[in-house]
């Protein structure tokens, strides 16, 4: 399984972008598809998770509804539209892939596949 996340740049505080997680070697749909993301000098941190087995998307407290998952099944490409930025969601985003297709302890437990990572940095 390969992920190729893209999208990311530099942009101001309260804009938006568009994360884009592209698959070959396996079909999103049949797993679990996490986003994460990896400050300077911090831990990584998760995002969501999109559970293949219930369809839903489980988002951190952080995330206060300024983000949002979907998916392409026809592209097999799942997106991370991000919202109104602000300058600590600056950071390396990863797109990953657990073979367990639910959510379940998804922020704390290993996930199979991960993409390269795309840099976002929000700055004035």
């Not at 998952?69 to 539209?81: E, F, I, M, R, W």
Request: charge should be negative; proline fraction near 2%.
């Amino acid at each position: 399984v390969q992920l190729q996340a893209s999208g990311g740049g530099l942009v101001q505080p309260g804009s938006s972008l568009r994360l884009s997680c592209a698959a070959s070697g396996a079909t999103l749909a049949q797993y679990a598809v996490g986003w994460f993301r990896q400050a300077p000098g911090t831990e990584r941190e998760g995002i969501s998770c999109t559970s293949s087995h219930d369809g839903n998307t489980y988002y951190a407290d952080f995330v206060k509804g300024r983000f949002a998952v979907t998916g392409d099944n026809a592209k097999n490409t799942v997106y991370l539209q991000m919202n109104n930025l602000e300058f600590e969601d600056t950071a390396v985003y990863y797109c990953a892939v657990s073979v367990f297709g639910y959510c379940s302890a998804w922020q704390s437990r290993q996930w199979h596949y991960w993409g390269q990572g795309t840099e976002v940095t929000v700055s004035s």
